[in-house]
């Protein structure tokens, strides 16, 4: 758990601040990015400053079940932050093209922390419908990469099929790059 110091909001990793906040780590002292190797900071504090300034253009995911990998890279050659886009709606980063998933469709990423979902989430782009961390369009048909929500109507794992429906639970990575 790292604090915002200006604003004393608390936030998880994967629920952050903007890039240029100071921090405060689990040992309480005010912490800033540029500082991580010198003051020996945790693992999940170097994790939670990791994803302040980590710029990406590309995300993979991994089922560890089949070794299946599959992964998307923006259409736009413009990388973001998790940080600074965590719980917009997925309009907000444009389209992604697969590398691995049904071409038939644009892909769109989610970044959330709410009560109904949590994570990284990627789904095809359907009926010019840009879905939020809360509404996910209706979308019956497009390929799914989502881990469990906490709603009992979408529980469970989606790797490359349909996930606006229960599933099974199943282990995944999600990578950025």
Request: hydrophobic letters at 30%.
């Amino acid at each position: 758990m790292c604090t915002d110091v200006t604003k004393g909001n608390y936030f998880s990793a994967v629920k952050l601040p903007r890039a240029n906040t100071r921090w405060r780590s689990k040992t309480g002292k005010s912490q800033s990015c540029d500082k991580f190797t010198s003051n020996g900071i945790t693992h999940s504090d170097f994790i939670c400053c990791l994803l302040l300034i980590f710029q990406f253009t590309e995300i993979m995911f991994v089922d560890h079940q089949t070794g299946n990998k599959i992964y998307f890279k923006r259409l736009v050659n413009q990388s973001i932050t998790a940080a600074d886009n965590y719980g917009k709606n997925a309009g907000t980063y444009g389209k992604w093209n697969s590398m691995g998933a049904n071409n038939a469709y644009d892909y769109q990423l989610l970044i959330c922390h709410t009560s109904f979902y949590a994570g990284f989430f990627v789904s095809g782009h359907t009926q010019n419908c840009y879905k939020d961390c809360n509404s996910w369009c209706g979308d019956g048909n497009s390929p799914y990469f989502r881990t469990a929500s906490s709603d009992k109507r979408y529980l469970g794992v989606a790797f490359n099929t349909n996930g606006h429906r229960p599933l099974s639970n199943r282990l995944i990575s999600v990578g950025l790059r």
